[in-house]
């Protein structure tokens, strides 16, 4: 059974980078069958996708993001990892790590495993 | 990019059927079957509940179904219990590799 689990400073301060790992044990990882994500929830609001990458790198962001936020993946180390730039109190939020599934076209088809999310609070 | 559209709230009784709405455009729900929905319990990750518009994964009770009509998803929960008393998100891919989430939708079971 595959595990995903979120890792990184719970606090950061604002104009900095935001910086969280992602560690899946269980499962195939370097698989042409998943992508790799980070979805955000502020507190009390819905969810909101950031970012997906392909185990060969291949990376895709949410536009209204894009300019701020980064994800990188290291197939060695079953880990891939979020960096958002320039934060604001708007960026505090529980961050999710989570696996998509891919289907035969390349297309991302569902979200079916999730890590428990980490907290991150943009303070000075 | 918008997020796709449901409603703030729902309530229904338990053993009733209600249905969550998810409203988008031509360009995602209208142009694609990439369209899932997810659980939420408060403090909790989302869980998957239907993918494909009407597949249920493993695990799922089939009280809960899906379907499609135009631009509109919708999620159906009969014979409502009180542990469906949830935060609801539909979720579709929106072309370009991008996808969205709705804003969500608060079940109450009365």
């Known amino acids: 059974q595959v595990q995903l689990q979120e890792s990184g400073p719970g606090l950061v301060k604002p104009s900095q980078t935001l910086s969280l790992t992602c560690t899946v044990s269980?499962?195939?990882?370097?698989?042409?069958?998943?992508?790799w994500s980070w979805i955000r929830q502020r507190p009390g609001k819905g969810l909101e996708w950031l970012a997906y990458i392909f185990y060969r790198g291949d990376t895709y962001y949410n536009p209204s993001l894009k300019s701020r936020v980064a994800m990188s993946i290291d197939t060695s180390k079953r880990q891939f990892s979020l960096q958002v730039s320039s934060v604001t109190g708007a960026d505090t939020a529980v961050y999710y790590c989570?696996?998509?599934?891919?289907?035969?076209?390349?297309?991302?088809?569902?979200?079916?495993?999730w890590g428990q999310g980490a907290l991150v609070t943009v303070s000075s | 990019q918008s997020a796709l559209t449901q409603p703030a709230s729902v309530s229904g009784s338990p053993g009733q059927s209600i249905t969550i709405s998810c409203t988008g455009s031509s360009s995602d729900i209208g142009s694609y079957n990439l369209i899932s929905w997810y659980q939420q319990y408060p403090g909790e990750a989302p869980r998957l509940i239907l993918y494909g518009v009407t597949q249920r994964p493993s695990g799922v009770s089939d009280r809960f179904s899906g379907s499609k009509s135009g631009n509109t998803a919708s999620l159906t929960i009969s014979g409502l219990q009180a542990a469906d008393e949830a935060d609801y998100y539909c979720w579709s891919y929106t072309g370009s590799r991008t996808v969205t989430f709705g804003g969500g939708t608060k079940l109450t079971v009365l």
């Open positions: 989570a696996r998509v599934r891919r289907d035969s076209g390349g297309y991302p088809h569902h979200f079916d495993q």
């Open positions: 269980g499962g195939s990882f370097s698989s042409v069958d998943y992508y």
